[in-house]
Nanobody, 115 residues
Framework: QVQLVESGGGLVQAGGSLRVSCVAS????????MAWYRQAPGNQRELVAS???????RYADHVKGRFTISRDNAKNTVYLQMNSLKPEDTAVYYC?????????WGQGTQVTVSS
């Protein structure tokens, strides 16, 4: 069974930066379109950024210019660099496939931005 393990979250002041990481235990990681999602209390999970196996990226409008998604296929890892963080970025961040049928969700990593 595929496992997704997110890490790197924490508490940061507004305007600060964090990088979260996700390791996927799947042999064909290098061809999979991966994405970062987030879920704030009381809200639905939303897609933040995605990256294809070839490295093409797309972002939700509200993170464009602030967040950068990347991947290291040799390490089965996808990253999300978050700069200029805002309190409204506070959420649990998850990685998964950029697809309608995701893998089982991992535990996520909490990102809290204080004002």
């Amino acid at each position: 069974q595929v496992q997704l393990v997110e890490s790197g979250g924490g508490l940061v002041q507004a305007g600060g930066s964090l990088r979260v990481s996700c390791v996927a235990s799947v042999s064909i990681f290098h061809i999979l379109p991966m994405a970062w999602y987030r879920q704030a209390p009381g809200n639905q999970r939303e897609l933040v950024a995605s990256i294809t196996g070839q490295g093409s990226t797309r972002y939700a409008d509200h993170v464009k210019g602030r967040f950068t998604i990347s991947r290291d296929n040799a390490k089965n890892t996808v990253y999300l660099q978050m700069n200029s963080l805002k309190p409204e970025d506070t959420a649990v961040y998850y990685c998964n496939l950029d697809a309608d049928a995701p893998f089982p969700w991992g535990q996520g990593t909490q990102v809290t931005v204080s004002s």
